[in-house]
């Protein structure tokens, strides 16, 4: 008899230029986001904690990082109940982008 283990569904993609964290990973991803304010004006949300032994952390994600779009949707100006209303509609298994240096990407005395 073959003993039984868990299944685990891979992060499936993860990909990371140094600036571009493109990643699919299974729910729960192990990330707190918080919401950031530009102006009066939505800044989508960044990485406020991780944890290190989710999902997330393992496809690449880390504190800091700039979530700029849910299953290919762009939500750089998206409020947090957004954001997370298109990860918690997502299946199982999300698509997500982030940025790792929101700053250099986001010059906020622009907006």
Sequence with gaps: SIPSSPLYISSGLSFN???QILISAQ???GIVLEERE????GGGCVV???DELGSAYRAGVRF???CVAVQNADVRFCSIDEVLKRIGDA???VNLRFHRN???IFDEDKY
């Design 38 to 41: 530009l102006g009066g004006v």
């Design 102 to 104: 929101p700053r250099e």
């Design 27 to 29: 729910k729960p991803l």
């Design 64 to 66: 800091g990082d700039w």
């Design 17 to 19: 230029d140094g600036d």
């Design 48 to 50: 406020a904690d991780i």
């Design 91 to 93: 299946p199982k298994v």
